[in-house]
C-alpha cells in the first residue's frame, strides 16, 4: 500500500470524473434534482483554475481517489447570511472510512486557507457535527438547508495553524 498523497484536483485531472460521479451519488438527495451529475462535474472543473477559490483537493492512494474536499465561495444558498468562505464536499470512499481520511483532508483544507489569506471557514453538516468540533470547530448555529436542519461550523484557519 502506497502513502496517501494529497493534492489539488487540478494536479489529478484523470480524477474529476470519478469524484463527481461520487460527489453526485453522496449528495444529490439533499441538494435536489436539478444538481444534476454534469453540474458535479462542472463544479469540480471550477475548481481547478487558477483562482484562490473555489479550490477541490483529491486524495489518492494506490492510484485511486479515495477522498476530497473543496473550498468554496459560497455554499448552500440558505446560508447565504453567514458569509463564507466555505469547507464543503467532504467525501471519503466508503472503502476507505474510518481510517483518519477525512480529518487529514480537512486538516489540509484548513492549511490551504490559511496560505490563502482566509480569516475564517464556515461549513454545515446535517450529521457529522461531532466529527469537525474533534477537528476544532466551533458551533455557530442552526440552520435549515432545503428543509433539512443541518449545524452552521467554523474555524479560523490562521489561529487553527498556530496550535
Do not use: N
Not at 489539488?8 to 480524477?15: A, S, Y
Not at 492549511?111 to 469537525?132: I, K, M, N, Q, S
Amino acid at each position: 500500500m502506497s502513502l496517501l498523497q494529497i493534492a489539488p484536483l487540478r494536479d489529478w485531472p484523470t480524477k474529476l470524473d470519478e469524484l463527481a460521479a461520487a460527489h453526485h451519488a453522496e449528495w444529490s438527495p439533499l441538494i435536489g434534482p436539478d444538481w444534476t451529475l454534469d453540474v458535479a462535474r462542472a463544479e469540480l472543473h471550477d475548481s481547478c483554475g487558477d483562482a484562490p477559490l473555489p479550490a477541490t483537493f483529491v486524495a489518492v492512494q494506490d492510484g485511486e481517489a479515495c477522498g476530497s474536499v473543496s473550498l468554496l465561495v459560497d455554499d448552500a444558498d440558505d446560508l447565504r447570511g453567514y458569509g463564507g468562505p466555505w469547507l464543503g464536499s467532504l467525501w471519503v470512499s466508503p472503502t476507505y472510512r474510518r481510517r483518519g481520511i477525512g480529518a487529514r483532508l480537512v486538516r489540509h483544507a484548513v492549511e490551504e486557507a490559511a496560505r490563502r489569506g482566509v480569516d475564517r471557514l464556515l461549513l454545515f453538516t446535517p450529521r457529522h457535527a461531532a466529527f469537525y468540533r474533534s477537528l476544532g470547530w466551533a458551533d455557530v448555529g442552526g440552520a435549515r438547508v432545503r428543509g433539512e436542519p443541518v449545524d452552521v461550523l467554523s474555524c479560523y484557519p490562521r489561529i487553527a495553524m498556530q496550535s
